[in-house]
């Protein structure tokens, strides 16, 4: 029976409803983005660390009420009357918090979303109150939004997403390899996506399996890197 290589191939994250793996850690948020569900203020911030599904939900979220999902760094008040037409997900609220522009333009489209009648996600790794925005009317409202914290992962979930990063590389290890992961890494979801990203290019430098050999090697070498 043929192994299965690692191969340099980009990786495609699955975005859909059903790729979501629903956990204590994210339970709240999964309900909030339903359609079904009225935010009491129309607007909804996630926040999360690196990795914790913040974009994942909010592509399931605009999917499925017809939103647009824009990067709050390429925001600009051009953009405003055309994004207001409609509900939007505006992402990294918090990458903004130098950019008097970025902020004003968020500004007038928090306003004119909410005018409309339509409906303004927001996300961030921080909690809404540590955005630091320097815009003082815009940090009140978005602390004036629903929000619904995405926290460190458990074992299952943590197991889940190693599979899932895999799967978007088009890579399935052997099935002993998760569960070795899982009980010596780091507990977080970037340390997942590092982890990920090591081995696979570790077995495309060698051209072998993804194997528990593998990532014990692979996990000793990085002890001894801290070590020294």
Known sequence: MSEQLSFD?????????????????????????????????????????????????AHVWAKESGARVVPAQTLTEADV????SGPVAIEDVPEIAEDALAQKALFHLHNMVLTHGHRLMLTGRPAPN???????????????????????????LLAVVLAKLFNDRQITPKPDVIPYLVGRMDRSFAAAQAVVDQLDRLALAEQRTLSRALAIRMMANDREREDG
């Open 130 to 156: 540590l955005w630091g925005l320097g815009l003082a009317d815009l940090q009140s409202r978005v602390q004036a939004a629903t929000h619904a914290a995405m926290d460190a992962p458990d074992d299952a």
């Open 81 to 84: 009357p055309m994004l207001a």
């Open 9 to 57: 191939l980009p990786a495609k994250p699955a975005l859909g409803r059903d790729d979501f793996f629903v956990a204590p850690s994210n339970a709240m948020a999964v309900a909030l983005i339903d359609p079904a569900f009225a935010w009491p203020s129309g607007k909804l911030v996630l926040s999360g660390p690196k990795g914790s599904g913040k974009t994942h939900l």
